[in-house]
C-alpha cells in the first residue's frame, strides 16, 4: 500500500449511495479522496435536465456524508443550455463542487459543449469528459479522443481530462499528445505498458489517477499506478500532485 496521499479523480456512486465496503477498500488501499459523480439513480444516454440534478445532490448528500473525504464533479447535459449553466454555478459556487463531468449526452464538437467548456475557464475549475474509440463504432454522442484534442485545442485555457485515456489508450495518448488534454487511468482496460507509454508519451504531470469505481475493482485500478515502471515522482504526480495543482486553480482566484 502506498505511504502517501492517493486522490481518485473519477468515482460513481451505484446507483445513489457510495456503498461502505469502497469507502473500506479505499482507507485500506490508502485512498485518501475520491472525487464522485453520480450519473442519476439509473444511467442514461440522453438525461434530462432533472435527473441530472438528482444525481447532483446524491453526490452532494455524500459529501456531506463523508466529510472531506468525499468531492464532487457537477454532472450537467450540456443540450439544456441555461439550465445546466446555472447548475453548474450552484455545484460549484454554492455547494463546493470540484469540476464539471460530461458523459455521452453531446459531441465535444458541439457548441453546447464549447459553452460548458467557457464555464469551466470562468469559474476556473477542470471538467472530467469521456472519451472512448471502440472498433465496434461509438454511441451516437460518444466523442473519440480526436474529438476530445479538437476542443482542448479550441480552448486551450481549459483543464479538460480526457476519461479512460481515450478507452484504446494507445490511440487516446496519440491524439492527446499534440494538445492540452490531460487524461485519466480510469476504466477496465489494464494491459502491460499502458501507463509507461502513456507517461512517455504525454509526460507524467498530465496523468491523474481515476478507477471508475464502483463498477471498476479500486485495488485494480490502483494497481496500474503501484505496478507500473516509472519513477517515484511520477507516479507521486499521477496519484496525487496533479490533481492537487488542478483544484488550486479555483483557490487560486480567491
Known amino acids: ?38 450519473l442519476g439513480r439509473s444511467w442514461d444516454y440522453e438525461p434530462s435536465h432533472e435527473h441530472c440534478v438528482r444525481g447532483n445532490r446524491d453526490t452532494l448528500a455524500l ?21 445546466a449553466e446555472a447548475e453548474v454555478r ?20 458541439e457548441s453546447c459543449v464549447g459553452r460548458m467548456i467557457d464555464l469551466s475557464v470562468e469559474l476556473r475549475v477542470p471538467v472530467l469528459m469521456h472519451a472512448w474509440h471502440k472498433a465496434t463504432g461509438n454511441l451516437p454522442l460518444e466523442s473519440t479522443p480526436q474529438m476530445l484534442a479538437g476542443l482542448a485545442q479550441a480552448k486551450p485555457r481549459a483543464r479538460i481530462i480526457m476519461a479512460h485515456v481515450g478507452g484504446d489508450w494507445q ?4 491524439a492527446a499528445e499534440g494538445s492540452p488534454l490531460l487524461v485519466d487511468t480510469s476504466g477496465s482496460i489494464v494491459e502491460n505498458g499502458m501507463i509507461e507509454e502513456t ?8 496523468v491523474l489517477f481515476g478507477s471508475d469505481a464502483a463498477g471498476v475493482d479500486l485495488a485494480t485500478a490502483l494497481a496500474k499506478i503501484t505496478a507500473a515502471e516509472i519513477p517515484h515522482e511520477a507516479r507521486r504526480r499521477i496519484l496525487y500532485d496533479n490533481v492537487v495543482e488542478l483544484l488550486s486553480w479555483r483557490r487560486q482566484a480567491a
Open 90 to 109: 450552484w455545484c460549484v459556487e454554492e455547494a463546493g463542487f470540484v469540476g464539471i463531468k460530461l458523459w455521452v449526452s453531446a459531441l465535444a464538437s
Open 171 to 174: 490511440l487516446g495518448s496519440r
Open 1 to 38: 500500500m502506498p505511504d502517501e496521499p492517493i486522490i481518485d479523480c473519477h468515482v460513481h456512486p451505484d446507483p445513489v449511495d457510495l456503498p461502505e465496503g469502497l469507502i473500506r477498500e479505499a482507507n485500506r488501499l490508502g485512498v485518501t479522496q475520491l472525487i464522485v459523480a453520480s
Open 199 to 206: 507517461v512517455a508519451r504525454l509526460g507524467a504531470h498530465r
Open 63 to 83: 459529501v456531506d456524508r463523508y466529510g472531506g473525504m468525499v468531492l464532487g464533479w457537477a454532472y450537467v447535459n450540456p443540450r439544456f443550455e441555461d439550465e
